[in-house]
């Protein structure tokens, strides 16, 4: 099936109860495919039908906190319209799907979910159909966790993915609904628990500095939770996605790795596989989670590799790729650092070829041994 | 509406407490205090950026969420459509200015109409963003000096119409619109209570004035907004789901506005002809509801 239908059929099978969405290609299928669900019968949820992104967003934080499991997706501008409620409602576990779509083309870049990156939303990104649908339903395990409470984006490439048939296996619903139990959250209005006491149980952070320490630091612990989460699922549906936040492909003994996003990881392992065949000491790591950014994990991997090529999809403009950005800030510290370079590619979905993961590997293997120049260029 | 009922002859205890931020003579407040006695407990009020969100929220001790200035109406459908897909039924209010209203909140206000979400929508409207320091809004009413349309030299205040939002819902096919004002209070309980005892988007759209923005005594609110019923300004009517359209309030003479607007300071640098085209627009405005009263609008 299609990326946007393996998604459709996780928020299905975890009985989401309000959807809200507003269409924008290539998101739309996801919602139509909900929206067919419910008309026959198969999903019992509310579609508020909404006249723009950012009734989307709140109309989903109204249901979320009126108790409601919700779901909503969007694309490229369409988040990006999103933003003002996103950096509200920060302790209401929303799921949303994120089909990449670039602001230069139709086509897929991570731009638009990276300009979201201080709202306070988590980020997950897949490389397949099977692992969007996977990380839907353990989007909703990691959102509804009652040390986290806290939203969850998830995203896959437009049109590589969401339009891209390929095969995929659909977990029983009886095993997901004993995985995932129904949303009961505390701070859902009830006419039974008196308002005095109903207060004392809302969330949320506001007032001063302290607000977004408290915040900062609640969010961080996300990280933690993401990898029992998976842990988790790996144990009851038997696949798995590296730890959850990062999976080294095909490393053992490598000296250099690249790091991939997406749907450029599945081409980046035939590329590293040909290298590796070819006694090239070269690895891939693919990152599946970019907020919050795995700091510790970027120094473990800066520990044992001493060279690592980044690839980015996306550009700060003016600044450069943001993962490249941030891996170097992880690792300033440490007392030995390996040299990391950074590419962009790919963007506003241009065709990311083997050839061209190649010229990156080769370029981050040189860096083992000697400087490179420059340091970050695009391909 | 339901029969007109005096605030003292409603059942149940009053959820407003006592003391609260607004200004003195604040219509606002009036309102909150005998809207939410009426809407009682089992209700979930909802706020958006403005008055009384900063000086009345903390004094509404019910069941509430603030979001986004644009939010409004797509906050009260995801309230509404949560709480009964989990099989709660209570009222779900959203609470706003005119800013929230008729401005940044109308596009979701339209389509929270259109979709018939199970609300009901108060419109608090003091005809500018007063929280702000008194801006002008699509509710500001011709010629009014504000911060923005201040009344100087080259400028004799807005320079336009005050939108016409209750008929622009009532297009929607909704089950009920009305206008009400805080000097008439039973007339607005009647409608809170009728509107209570509908399902879909029900919207009242109360004036309540300002004694900061619009420049009146704080002792004089009430006075003040009966003047404006009184003189035809701000005329009180219902539109039902079938679009019969009634005028709640029929004085056999209007007050002429200059009486009204003459106690408002943003209105001060009036001259007799400004006056006088006031006069002339509301009397026509009057004559046109007197004649669609009692009679199903072609909208």
Known sequence: ?379 | MSKPVPFSKVEGEEIMSYGNSSCQGCGHAILARIAFKVLGKNTVYTSVPGCIWISLQGSIPLYWRGTVFEGGGALLSGISNGLEINGKHMQVVGFYGDGGTVDIGLGGMSAAAERNENLLWICADNEAYMNTGGQRSGATPKYASTTTTPATKESRGKKTEKKNTPFIIAAHNVPYVATASIAYPNDLIGKLQYAMTLKGFKYIHVQSPCPTGWGFDPSKTIHVARMMVESGIWPLYEIQGDKTFKLNLKPKELKPVREALSQQSRFRHLTDSEYDLIQNTTAEKWQQLLEIDGKVLPI
């Open chain 1, 1 to 379: 099936m299609v990326g946007n239908k393996a998604v459709a059929y996780g928020v299905k099978l975890a009985r989401v109860q309000v959807i809200s969405a507003y269409p924008i290609t290539p998101q739309t299928t996801i919602v139509q495919y909900l929206a067919e669900f419910i008309a026959n019968g198969e999903l019992e949820a509310r579609f508020i039908e909404v006249e723009a992104e950012i009734s989307a967003m709140v109309a989903v934080q109204g249901a979320s906190f009126a108790g409601a499991r919700t779901f909503t997706a969007t694309s490229g501008p369409g988040l990006l319209y999103m933003h003002h409620p996103m950096m509200e409602g920060n302790q209401l576990p929303i799921v949303m799907s994120v089909v990449h779509r670039s602001n230069k083309s139709m086509q897929p870049d991570h731009t638009d979910t990276m300009a979201q990156n201080a709202t306070g939303w988590m980020q997950l990104y897949c490389e397949n159909n099977q692992e969007a649908l996977d990380t839907t339903i353990m989007s909703y395990k990691i959102a509804e966790d009652p040390r986290l409470y806290t939203p969850c984006m998830f995203g896959i490439d437009g049109y590589i993915l969401s339009y891209t048939a390929e095969p995929v296996e659909i977990p029983d619903q009886s095993l997901v609904d004993e995985w995932l139990p129904p949303f009961k959250p505390k701070w859902a209005p009830d006419p039974n628990i008196p308002v005095s006491e109903w207060k004392k149980m809302q969330g949320g952070y506001y007032g001063g500095q302290k607000a977004w320490i408290t915040h900062d630091e609640h969010f961080k612990k996300s990280l933690e939770i993401i990898k029992e989460v998976h842990a988790d699922f790996e144990k009851n549906f038997g696949r798995s996605y590296g730890n959850g936040i990062v999976e080294e492909y095909n490393c053992e003994g490598a000296e250099a790795v690249i790091v991939a996003m997406g749907t450029i990881a599945s081409t980046a392992r035939a590329t590293i596989d040909d290298m590796r065949s070819e006694g090239k000491s070269v690895g891939l790591v693919k990152l599946k989670i970019y907020r919050p950014f795995p700091m510790d994990e970027m120094r473990r991997l800066a520990g044992k590799y001493k060279s690592i090529g980044i690839i980015d999809r996306n550009v700060c403009l003016g600044a450069g790729g943001n993962v490249f950005n941030e891996t170097r800030s992880a690792v300033y510290d440490l007392d030995e650092k390996p040299r990391i370079l950074g590419f962009h590619t790919g963007m506003a979905g241009d065709e990311v070829t083997p050839r061209m993961i190649q010229k990156i590997a080769e370029k981050t293997l040189k860096a083992v041994k000697q400087r490179v120049e420059p340091t970050v260029e695009w391909v």
